[in-house]
């Protein structure tokens, strides 16, 4: 906005006509007085910050409209929880926030409006306990949490595939995680690391009851099972 120039108006005495030359500069005066004024902005609004229902009362709030100078909230005051934003002008306006901790928000905001609440994002998350979980649901977990998975390793220290884990290793259990569980990350830099329990590799086999039965039906037995027969022991009875 351009500086306001006062105008040359003439001294007259009492009585004596004004002419329409000094009446123009006193309407054009008031006409510029006006535009200032208006280009001001008489309108304020409040901006609430919050987290769930806590409010964030440590940040910095810059209104920015669609064309013209940005303008910074003034912070809370006397036990308040509102950034209040002062000279603001009727329009579209973008709100910026700027909080420790927090990431960076814009919101749009129509002026003239009411108090503003702003829900803010925490920049970092808790890392989830995986210890003792399978394998996919760990990474299930870690997919739904935002936090990027970084190496999948087994007991004997080889790399698995963390995009296409193997059969093999779904039900496998998470021995060790890192970051420790409650640690606060940054969802996409986390660099998540978890070693997997071994696999079964043998069956698991119920044993018969082979009391009463013969040499011969013990071996059979013990075959049509999938077991090996071990030492054995004669016992005079």
């Known amino acids: 906005m351009p500086p306001l120039v006062k105008p040359a108006l003439a001294n007259v005495s009492a009585g004596q006509p004004i002419t329409a030359q ?19 902005g008489g309108n304020a609004v409040d901006i609430e910050l ?18 013209g100078a ?16 002062t000279g603001l002008t009727a329009g ?3 709100v910026y926030v700027h909080a420790p901790g927090f990431q960076p928000s814009s919101t749009p905001v129509a002026i003239p409006a009411t108090t503003q609440t702003i829900n803010l994002t925490p920049a970092t998350t808790a890392m989830p306990d995986l210890l003792g979980t399978t394998a996919s649901s760990a990474i299930s977990t870690l997919a739904t949490a935002g936090v990027q998975l970084d190496l999948v390793l087994d007991v004997t220290g080889q790399e698995i595939s963390k995009t296409t884990l193997p059969a093999s290793k779904t039900t496998s259990r998470v021995l060790f995680q890192f970051p420790l569980p409650g640690t606060q990350v940054v969802a996409a830099t986390a660099h998540v690391r978890i070693v997997l329990s071994a696999d079964m590799e043998d069956a698991i086999a119920v044993v018969p009851n082979f009391v009463g039965l013969t040499y ?9 099972a999938g077991l090996k027969l071990g030492k054995v022991t004669y016992a005079n009875v």
């Open 22 to 40: 000094a009446w123009n500069a006193i309407l054009s005066a008031i006409g510029a007085l006006y535009d200032a004024v208006l280009a001001i």
């Open 50 to 67: 919050r987290q769930g229902a806590t409010p964030i009362t440590s940040a910095q709030v810059v209104a920015v409209p669609a064309s």
């Open 70 to 85: 940005p303008v910074t909230a003034v912070p809370p005051r006397g036990g308040g929880t509102a950034f209040t934003l």
């Open 92 to 94: 579209a306006w973008t």
């Open 216 to 224: 011969a039906q013990l071996v059979q037995a013990i075959n049509a």
